[in-house]
C-alpha cells in the first residue's frame, strides 16, 4: 500500500458499556510508592470509606523485624500517641511500637467523567466509568493526637495546681445568667462560610468499615465479572446505538461543565476579545459592564464590534448598567443576582445592593464621598463597602474617594433623553433608599451647564463651616437653657475640629477630609440632631454606660469606648438619637465625667500613640494595687512578671494576698506580650 493513502483499518471491535459497577469503581494512585514496589505484599489491617466524601483510609502493617525499622523511634512514637497506660480499644497501634500506618486518599481530579476502566475479551471492548481518582498518601494523624494528649496532660496539672490555691479562698460567687439572641441571617450565612462549619459538616459523615481482597483471591475474580457487560443487558442497550456519528460522538463524550477548568485561565477583570466576537450583542455588553465595572460610553464601543452602531448597543446598555456621571456603571443585581451572598461576608445580595446603590446616587451628586458616612448610612461591613469603592473610585488624598472616571460631558450633550431618563430613575432610586435607611432629603448640587467638573469643597472649608455652625447652635441652646444641677452641667459638647483631635472630621482611608455632603459626626446637621445631644436623659444614660464598663475594664481607649457604647445604644430605646454616631471628643468628655482620667505613660518607640483614659473605683478592693501598677507605666512601658509581683508585695500591709490574686490584679490593668507585660491598649494584641 502507498504511503500516501489513508491509514487501513486494522480490525473492528464490538465496544460495550457496563454499567454495573460504575457506581463503586475508583481508581487508586500511590504517588509517593515506586511503581516496583507496590502495597500488594503488605498486610492489610483495616480499611474504611465515607461515600458521600469519597474518601478512604487504608491501614497497612509495618515490618518491624526488619534492619530498616528503628525500634527506638517506634516505641518512642507509639508511647506519646497511645500513652503508658492505654489498653488495647483505645490505642492507635497494636503493641509497644509503631506497628502500622494510614493511607488517606485525597481527590486527583475534580471530575472523572470521562475516564473508564477497559476489558478485551473475546474481541469486544467492555467499558466501566470510573466513579473517582484517589491518591492514597501516608497519614500522620496520630501525630497530632500525641500532641493533644501533651496538651490535655499540662492543663490537667495546671488546673490541679490552680484549684489547691484556690480551694483555700473558695468563696461563693454570683452566677450571671445570659440569654442568647436569635441568630441573625447575616450571622448564620458567615457562620455557614466559616472553614469551622465546614469541617463540622465534614466529620458529621460516619466511617463506613470494609474490608481488603487480594487480587488473587476467589472472590476479587467474581467482582472483576462486573466489569463485563452481560448478554441481557447488550441486547437491551444495542438499539440507543442507532445513530449518526456525530451524535454518536457527542454521546460519548458528552460536553462537561469543567471544560471551563481546561481552558486557559485569564487574569481577573480580564475578558478575551476573541471570545467576545462569538458573543451576542447584549452578552458582549453585559461581559464588558461586568468586567470593567465602569465604562464611557466612547470606550464601550470601541471594545464591541464594528458592525454594531451605537442607536443599538444602548438598548441592551440601559438593561444591565445606569448612568453616574455622564458615564456607566454595572447595576448592582447584575453583580449580586438574588438569592446569593456576598464573597467577603455572607451578607445577602439584597442588602449589598441597596448600598451599593447608595453609594452610586452620592456619586451622581458629588465628584467624592467619604467612606466613614457611607458605612455608617448603609450599615455594611467595612469589607463589601471597600468592594464596592473601588469598583468604581480610587482614594485621593484630603478628598476621600473620588469617582474614576472624568465626567462625559460628550455623551450627555449627544443624548439629552437618556440623560433626563437616567436623573428620573436616580430620584426614585433615592426616595426608595431614603425610606430604607432613614435619611433626611439632601440638597442635590446643580452641575453649571457648561459641562464642567463637579466642585469639590475642600476639607478646611468644610471644617469651618461645620465649627460655625457648631458655635452658633451651642450659644442658642447655652441661652435657652441652663443646667439645674451642678453635678450634671457638664454635657456631651459637640467637637470643633482641631490640630490635637483631627479624627473628628477624618475619613477612615484618607484623613483631613469631609467632603461637601458628609455629615460631621458630633456636629449637628439639623435641630433634632442638636436636640438629641442636648437631651439630659441620654447625657446620663451614656455617662452611666462608660462608668459601669469602666469599673470592669479600668482602662480603655477611645475607640473601644465608641464599640461598647454604639452596641448598648442600639440595644436601648435611645438608639435613634445615635443613628449618626457620636464623636471622639464627645465620648472623651463623657468619659471625664463619668470620673476617668487620661492616662499620661512611656510609649514603645514602635508603638503609635493613642489616648488612654484610666478610672480605679474606690470601692473596689485592690485598688491601691491597681492604682501603683498604672503609675509604673508612666516611667516605662514595660515589666516582667517576678517585678510586678513584688510592687505588690510590698504594699500587702499584712493581707497576705494570694498568687491567684496577684495575678488577677495584674490581668485586669496589664497585658501580656512574651515575655514582658504591658499597660492595656498600649500594644497591638
Not at 437618556?418 to 428620573?424: M, N, V
Request: include cysteine; proline fraction near 5%; charged fraction near 30%.
Amino acid at each position: 500500500m502507498e504511503e500516501d493513502d489513508e491509514d487501513p483499518i486494522v480490525d473492528e471491535v464490538d465496544v460495550f458499556l457496563s454499567k454495573e459497577l460504575m457506581e463503586k469503581l475508583f481508581l487508586f494512585q500511590y504517588p509517593m510508592r515506586p511503581s516496583n514496589k507496590p502495597f500488594t505484599n503488605y498486610n492489610h489491617l483495616a480499611a474504611r470509606m465515607k461515600p458521600k466524601q469519597k474518601k478512604v483510609e487504608l491501614d497497612l502493617s509495618v515490618d518491624t523485624t526488619t534492619s530498616c525499622y528503628a525500634r527506638s523511634k517506634g516505641e518512642q512514637i507509639a508511647l506519646n500517641v497511645d500513652g503508658p497506660e492505654s489498653t488495647r480499644d483505645d490505642a492507635v497501634f497494636g503493641s509497644d511500637l509503631m506497628d502500622r500506618q494510614t493511607l488517606s486518599s485525597t481527590d486527583a481530579t475534580p471530575s472523572s467523567s470521562r475516564y473508564a476502566v477497559g476489558v478485551i475479551r473475546d474481541g469486544e471492548l467492555h467499558l466501566t466509568p470510573i466513579n473517582s481518582i484517589l491518591q492514597l498518601r501516608p497519614s500522620f494523624n496520630y501525630l497530632d493526637q500525641a500532641d493533644l494528649k501533651v496538651k490535655k496532660n499540662e492543663k490537667d496539672n495546671e488546673d490541679g495546681d490552680s484549684n489547691d490555691e484556690m480551694e483555700k479562698e473558695d468563696e461563693p460567687k454570683a452566677i450571671k445568667v445570659q440569654f442568647v439572641r436569635k441568630e441573625s441571617d447575616i450571622a448564620k450565612a458567615r457562620r455557614e462560610a466559616s472553614y469551622s462549619f465546614h469541617m463540622e459538616k465534614l466529620q458529621q459523615e460516619t466511617w463506613i468499615t470494609s474490608y481488603y481482597i487480594d487480587k488473587d483471591d476467589p472472590r476479587s475474580s467474581r467482582e472483576k465479572e462486573g466489569l463485563f457487560c452481560s448478554a441481557a443487558d447488550s441486547a437491551n442497550d444495542v438499539s440507543q446505538l442507532s445513530m449518526v456519528p456525530k451524535d454518536y460522538i457527542t454521546k460519548l463524550i458528552p460536553e462537561s461543565k469543567s471544560d471551563d477548568d481546561a481552558k486557559v485561565q485569564m487574569p481577573n477583570n480580564v475578558l478575551s476579545i476573541s471570545q467576545l466576537q462569538t458573543m451576542p450583542l447584549a452578552r458582549q455588553v453585559r461581559e464588558l459592564m461586568a468586567s470593567a465595572k465602569v465604562m464611557r460610553f466612547s470606550q464601550l464601543l470601541h471594545y464591541l464590534s464594528t458592525s454594531f452602531d451605537a442607536a443599538n448597543v444602548l438598548k441592551p446598555l440601559q438593561q444591565v448598567a445606569v448612568l453616574v456621571q455622564g458615564c456607566w456603571v454595572i447595576k448592582s443585581e447584575v453583580l449580586y443576582p438574588k438569592d446569593t451572598q456576598s464573597p467577603n461576608t455572607g451578607v445577602p445580595a439584597e442588602i449589598v445592593c441597596r448600598g451599593r446603590d447608595y453609594l452610586m446616587w452620592k456619586f451622581t451628586q458629588s465628584r467624592c464621598v467619604v467612606r466613614k458616612e457611607i458605612t455608617s448610612t448603609v450599615k455594611l461591613l467595612s469589607e463589601d463597602v471597600k468592594e464596592i469603592l473601588e469598583q468604581m473610585a480610587r482614594p485621593r488624598v484630603k478628598q476621600g474617594w473620588e469617582f474614576r472616571e472624568e465626567y462625559d460631558n460628550d455623551f450627555v450633550k449627544q443624548y439629552p433623553e437618556i440623560a433626563d431618563r437616567q436623573e428620573k430613575i436616580w430620584e426614585a432610586v433615592y426616595n426608595q433608599l431614603s425610606k430604607i435607611f432613614k435619611i433626611p432629603e439632601e440638597k442635590k448640587k446643580k452641575r453649571k451647564d457648561s459641562g464642567e467638573t463637579m466642585e469639590v469643597i475642600s476639607g478646611q472649608d468644610r471644617v469651618k463651616a461645620a465649627r460655625k455652625r457648631s458655635r452658633s447652635i451651642s450659644k442658642s441652646s447655652s441661652k435657652a437653657k441652663a443646667p439645674s444641677h451642678p453635678e450634671d452641667s457638664s454635657r456631651v459638647r459637640h467637637p470643633s475640629p482641631s490640630k490635637d483631635n483631627p479624627s473628628d472630621v477624618e475619613d477612615q482611608d484618607h484623613p483631613k477630609h469631609v467632603n461637601n455632603s458628609e455629615t460631621v459626626l458630633g456636629s449637628p446637621e439639623s435641630d433634632n440632631h442638636h436636640k438629641a445631644l442636648e437631651n439630659e436623659e441620654l447625657r446620663k444614660f451614656v455617662r452611666t454606660l462608660l462608668r459601669r464598663h469602666f469599673e470592669q475594664e479600668f482602662i480603655l481607649d477611645v475607640s473601644e469606648m465608641r464599640r461598647f457604647v454604639s452596641v448598648k445604644l442600639l440595644e436601648s430605646p435611645h438608639k435613634s438619637y445615635f443613628s449618626a454616631g457620636i464623636s471622639d471628643q464627645a465620648l472623651e468628655e463623657t468619659a471625664i465625667d463619668a470620673g476617668a482620667e487620661l492616662l499620661k505613660i512611656a510609649w514603645p518607640s514602635d508603638v503609635e500613640k493613642k489616648k488612654l483614659y484610666g478610672m480605679v473605683p474606690a470601692k473596689d478592693d485592690y485598688c491601691k494595687y491597681r492604682n501603683e501598677l498604672v503609675g509604673l507605666f508612666c516611667q516605662g512601658f514595660k515589666y516582667k512578671r517576678v517585678f510586678l509581683f513584688d510592687i505588690i508585695t510590698k504594699l500587702e500591709d499584712g493581707e497576705q494576698l494570694t498568687k491567684y490574686e496577684k495575678e488577677k490584679i495584674i490581668r485586669s490593668v496589664c497585658i501580656f506580650k512574651s515575655p514582658y507585660w504591658y499597660l492595656k491598649g498600649s500594644i497591638s494584641t
